[in-house]
């Protein structure tokens, strides 16, 4: 399988653990892209690499989140003290040009 | 500020028939768009693009139209299967960046 993955696929934390999310891009993809989807909604754009440069955060993304992207391949979204309001699915994508991006399954991260 | 709208929150289609998807979208600077599919627990899957320069684009059941004077494109299924129910996004970029502005998204229903 040449998808984007990630792991883990589900995460139940306690309020106030940190957690810690993993995403492999499509092994040519020098884009990397983080969305968050909440019920109801469409994903939303947390955070842009290009290559270990991680070039664009949105103000979604508070300072209890962090991402890298050693090496420009794998990337890592860490949350520290979840919140029940981070509840979500948090969505990886890569992509080669600015066009179409392709996503992973997402990691659905349950705070309780 | 949703800049990229999908009114129709589900639709349901007999199989056969042709199934008609809509978004509006506000922002001018919009000039390329996407539409994804998505079933539950998964991540989006990418249908189906079209650039500001072309008002359709066609890939085999799928059909894309685009009319910028009304910023509003379409997605035609024809004709539709049952494998095609899910929920669909629109999502909008602006020319050379990276981010998309995704839709909330429509439940697409198609009847046996």
């Known amino acids: 399988d040449t998808g984007v993955s990630q792991d883990p696929r589900h995460k139940i934390t306690k309020r106030g653990q940190n957690v810690t999310f993993r995403c492999d891009p499509i092994?040519?993809?020098?884009?990397l892209y983080w969305y968050r989807q909440t019920l109801g909604q469409g994903p939303e754009f947390l955070t842009y690499?290009?290559?270990?440069?991680?070039?664009?955060k949105s103000r979604l993304l508070s300072d209890r989140f962090s991402a890298e992207r050693p090496k420009g391949s794998f990337s890592t979204l860490e949350i520290q003290r979840t919140e029940q309001g981070d509840s979500a699915m948090y969505l990886c994508?890569?992509?080669?040009?600015?066009?179409?991006?392709?996503f992973g399954q997402g990691t659905r991260l349950t705070v309780v | 500020d949703q800049q990229v709208k999908q009114n129709s929150p589900s639709l349901s289609v007999q199989e056969g028939r042709i199934s008609i998807l809509n978004c509006d979208y506000t922002?001018?600077?919009?000039?390329?768009f996407l539409w994804y599919k998505k079933y539950p627990a998964e991540g989006p899957t990418f249908l189906i693009s079209?650039?500001?320069?072309?008002d359709k684009n066609e890939d085999g059941r799928f059909t894309v139209f685009l009319n910028k004077s009304a910023k509003h494109l379409s997605l035609h299924i024809v004709p539709s299967q049952p494998g095609d129910s899910a929920v669909y996004f629109c999502?909008?970029?602006?020319?050379?960046?990276?981010?998309?502005?995704f839709g909330t998204g429509t439940r697409l229903k198609v009847l046996a």
């Open positions: 994508a890569s992509s080669l040009t600015t066009t179409e991006a392709f």
């Open positions: 092994s040519e993809h020098n884009r």
């Open positions: 690499f290009q290559n270990e440069a991680q070039l664009e």
């Open positions: 922002n001018s600077m919009f000039d390329y």
């Open positions: 079209i650039s500001s320069i072309k």
């Open positions: 999502a909008a970029s602006p020319s050379g960046t990276y981010k998309y502005i």
